[in-house]
């Protein structure tokens, strides 16, 4: 089935609309596309579709499988995509999506990202209620004992976090998670779910709960999270109001960074 393109400017360059359009299909393909199945898509010549390929292979911006001849995404794209994100300061972009899940919950609202084993808290906005769970900006602690570094983890392959953690996971309260095997059980439900909670697992008293934030290739960069006090935290408001709505902002400060939810 013929791709439908994007409706051209008159002052455009054909040919450079043509390798817009060529880099965005194998952006959107799993896997590699040939020559042919371009041209198809896109309703361009094989003639044309070569001369693009070759000169966007040249620059690195795709690359080509020497056995099979078919073309996927190339590393300089990947580049550029991570030099868009260092620029768009998830600092700054956050804030607005914080401010909307403060407005929806009133609680307390984070973004946070995760480095060395250990998550980063980035910025917060706070809960009108006098009741709150403090503030964290700059605070660090071990990823598997927050919602917010478990949604990390749950993306991240099992040497990974064996060579993390293996005879090094600390106790914190009664409900902290310290063992590879427990660690393992709960980032499955996490993937299943959606979203992480850190039931006391930290810091008695207070429960959080948190959703993955995805760069353009679907990489966890960052997580939005919610802390909320025990007494207004129960399982019911967890399932039906508090993840629903973290997930939500989540996903929506993703597609800012790019990523197509499935």
Aim: glycine share 6%; with cysteine.
């Amino acid at each position: 089935m013929k791709m439908v393109k994007r409706e051209k400017a008159e002052y455009a360059v054909q040919s450079v609309n043509n390798a817009i359009d060529i880099l965005e299909l194998l952006a959107d393909t799993e896997g590699e596309l040939s020559v042919s199945e371009i041209g198809l898509k896109l309703g361009l010549t094989k003639n044309n579709t070569s001369k693009i390929l070759n000169t966007l292979e040249l620059f690195g911006y795709v690359e080509c499988n020497r056995y099979t001849g078919s073309y996927r995404i190339g590393v300089k794209t990947f580049q550029i995509s991570q030099s868009y994100l260092i620029n768009m300061n998830l600092f700054d972009v956050s804030k607005k999506y914080l401010e909307a899940i403060r407005n929806r919950l009133n609680e307390t609202s984070y973004v946070s990202v995760f480095h060395d084993g250990n998550i980063i808290y980035l910025n917060t906005v706070e809960t009108h209620k006098s009741v709150r769970v403090r503030s964290r900006i700059g605070s660090i602690k071990p990823a598997y004992a927050s919602a917010s570094g478990k949604v990390h983890l749950a993306n991240m392959d099992l040497e990974s976090i064996k060579r993390m953690y293996e005879n090094n996971m600390q106790k914190f309260t009664e409900n902290t998670i310290t063992t590879i095997d427990s660690l393992v059980t709960e980032l499955e439900k996490i993937k299943k779910n959606g979203y992480a909670v850190d039931n006391e697992e930290f810091e008695k008293d207070v429960i959080s709960v948190a959703a993955p934030i995805y760069s353009f290739i679907g990489h966890v960069i960052g997580a939005m999270s919610t802390s909320i006090p025990t007494i207004r935290c129960s399982t019911e408001r967890i399932e039906k109001e508090i993840a629903p709505v973290i997930i939500e902002y989540a996903g929506d400060l993703s597609k800012k960074y790019g990523y197509k939810l499935q």
